[in-house]
């Protein structure tokens, strides 16, 4: 993925965590989506399909084989999650991959990107969400077990992190731009909770 790419998605990032008013860790995937509908034309329901719905809105196809997935019903935005699917960890990256291809407007510039492109941007989204930098350096939560633990995802995911986690805090450059340090701002509590208590 190119720098530029990568900033732009790490902004988008920002202020989905800015707007969707999330303090804490694990990110509440439920609270985020409520604050982000709070804004006009936008409303995302999270809805887990295990339980049923009106099932004429849902094809067979659209479930298959996955774990989440998003649709528009009456120009409202609906995530459609499989909670039977174990660990919970999978969920949570899946439901918020679902939310970066809302964010980062996939449905609209489908032309301009191929579907892998478009795949790697939702995912790098979604660990970037569920496991912001400036939260786990604060936290001094930088090592693989550490960052699952704190963020509620999969080994696999806390292991990419981790990685990623070594070359920033090499790079020591945490804070220099206005929206990290709002986001820092906003997880100031937590972060002090959190080092008290480990
Ligand atoms: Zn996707």
């Not at 930088?142 to 070594?166: E, G, L, P, Q, V």
Request: proline share 3%; with cysteine; charged share 25%.
């Amino acid at each position: 993925m190119e720098l530029e790419n990568y900033k732009n998605i790490r902004d988008y990032v920002w202020k989905t965590l800015i707007g969707g008013k999330v303090k804490s860790l694990p990110v509440d995937l439920f609270e985020l989506c409520r604050n982000l509908s709070r804004k006009p034309k936008v409303k995302i329901n999270l809805y887990n399909y295990t339980y049923g719905f009106n099932m004429d809105l849902i094809t067979p196809q659209m479930v298959k084989g996955k774990v989440a997935f998003t649709t528009k019903i009456f120009n409202e935005v609906y995530i459609f999650y499989n909670d039977n699917i174990y660990p919970n960890a999978r969920v949570r990256y899946a439901i918020a991959h679902e939310i970066g291809h809302l964010v980062l407007k996939h449905n609209y510039k489908k032309s301009m990107m191929t579907v892998k492109e478009r795949e790697a941007e939702a995912n790098k989204f979604a660990i970037l969400l569920l496991a912001p930098a400036i939260v786990l350096h604060c936290c001094n939560a930088i090592k693989t077990n550490d960052i699952m633990m704190i963020c509620d995802i999969s080994y696999s995911a806390a292991k990419i992190r981790a990685k990623s986690m070594a070359t920033y805090e090499e790079l020591n450059k945490y804070d220099t731009l206005a929206l990290e340090r709002e986001v820092h701002k906003a997880f100031q509590e937590f972060i002090d909770d959190y080092n008290n208590k480990y």
